[in-house]
């Protein structure tokens, strides 16, 4: 995430239009790159950093926010129980039992199919970072 | 409001839920405990590098470096959760591998309660 130029005294309604468009941005171009390489740990990461990001603005946007934060805690579930499985498979040692093993590759081949459904049907497709940037510059409110 | 009241409230209520979380883990270190230690110092960490700008260099430095430690004790502790988690969904009835995985777990949350 890049290192972002806060003004101290300037408004946060106003920071956040001038800064969170970028990011969002920035986010779905570096999403579509992880996803078409299989970089599948890094794009959990990411989609982690973005999502705790946008959850500190919640206040300034309206439910259409809400959507958005709701794809990315699915999405970064999704990848986190695939990456569980990939976590324990690391700890067993050669005694453990082969259909232990099998299961846990089943359930993350499962997941990441159901995540690549869910990125394909929404985050993943065409224009969406433009999209996105568009509603965090146009509908950000201010607060008292 | 400015972007300074703002990055301070917000990073004050994080810090909030942090330290209710911290002794939450200690005192009951269950697997739901320890999860959500580990998210509210991600979440926590997060608003700290988003607004490092505002901070003074020192602090945020300081805070991140012990955040990391109880984090990755946080973590192996989190893991064998997930393992032993994992074995039951499977039906595993390994009792060796599960006994080994607690041993462990118990070591885990011990280096974890030394520092959270």
Known sequence: MPRLKWRRDAGVAESAAQHLPGLAERFFERAGELFSAGA????????????????LFRELYGPRLGALLEMLRQAQQLLGEMNDCATVARMLDASAPEDFRRFLETRANRKEAEFRALWQKRLGRPGEGSRWAEYLRRYVRRIP | MTVEAFAQTKLDLLRRRLDYQVRRARKLSDARSVHDLRVAIRRYGQGLKLFRELLPDQETK?????????????GAVRNLDIALDLMREARCR???LRRRLMNQRREARKALKCLA
């Open chain 1, 40 to 55: 599948l740990h890094e794009l959990r990461l990411e989609i982690k950093r973005f999502r705790y990001t946008l959850e």
């Open chain 2, 62 to 74: 300081k805070s991140r470096r012990r955040l990391r430690k109880i984090l990755k004790a946080a």
């Open chain 2, 94 to 96: 390994d009792e060796g």
